[in-house]
């Protein structure tokens, strides 16, 4: 089923309709078509990329600091 989401246009800032051809819960590449009524700015052949890496877990430590 198809999944439909609302963004603002990249180009005049009013509504941006995105439509997901297919569910993003599988991995693999899935198609996305939007289109702005107003300035007619299209997004044609861009794919949405899912897969199983996850970015590095970021770490945060407090550090010493010394004065002289």
Not at 3 to 17: L, T
Not at 33 to 54: H, P
Request: net charge positive; aromatic share 12%; with cysteine.
């Amino acid at each position: 089923m198809a999944r439909y989401i609302n963004r603002k246009c990249p180009r005049c800032r009013d509504y941006f309709g995105l439509a997901l051809n297919q569910a993003p819960d599988s991995q693999g590449e899935h198609p996305i078509s939007g289109y702005c009524a107003v300035c007619g700015y299209q997004l044609k052949g861009w794919r949405l990329i899912l897969g199983r890496n996850q970015a590095p877990a970021v770490r945060y430590a407090r550090t010493r600091k010394v004065f002289r």
